[in-house]
């Protein structure tokens, strides 16, 4: 059993900065990449940012200098900075990880349920 939680995700004006939180929790051995998804009204879902265990980092470049992703390996957690947020950052943003569970070979992909993001302009 795994569970991915987001938290922090909410109401902000223009130019304003949220940060998220997701702690991934369960049968977890080990985690690979951790990062961001967002799906948007009317769009497919699209990949925000991500981090591996080692620190490297990469992003979307609609966000590429206003988000910035990070962990704590420790308490299995991934955060996301958001700053200078734009209407156009409007969406439910999903976390993700790529991880091994126990007793199962392989890594896979996991998402939490969401959390919504709305920028007022």
């Known amino acids: 059993q795994v569970q991915l939680v987001e938290s922090g995700g909410g109401l902000v004006q223009a130019g304003g900065s949220l940060r998220l939180s997701c702690a991934a929790s369960?049968?977890?051995?080990?985690?690979?990449?951790m990062g961001w998804y967002r799906q948007a009204p009317g769009k497919q879902r699209e990949l925000v940012a991500t981090?591996?265990?080692?620190?490297?980092?990469s992003y979307a470049d609609s966000v590429k200098g206003r988000f910035t992703i990070s962990r704590d390996n420790a308490k299995n957690t991934v955060y996301l900075e958001m700053n200078s947020l734009k209407p156009e950052d409007i969406a439910v943003y999903y976390c993700?990880?790529?991880?091994?569970?126990?007793?199962?070979?392989?890594?896979?992909?996991?998402w939490g349920p969401g959390t919504q993001v709305t920028v007022s302009s």
């Open positions: 993700y990880a790529n991880l091994r569970v126990l007793f199962t070979s392989g890594w896979n992909n996991y």
């Open positions: 369960g049968s977890i051995v080990s985690i690979n990449v």
């Open positions: 981090i591996t265990s080692g620190g490297s980092t």
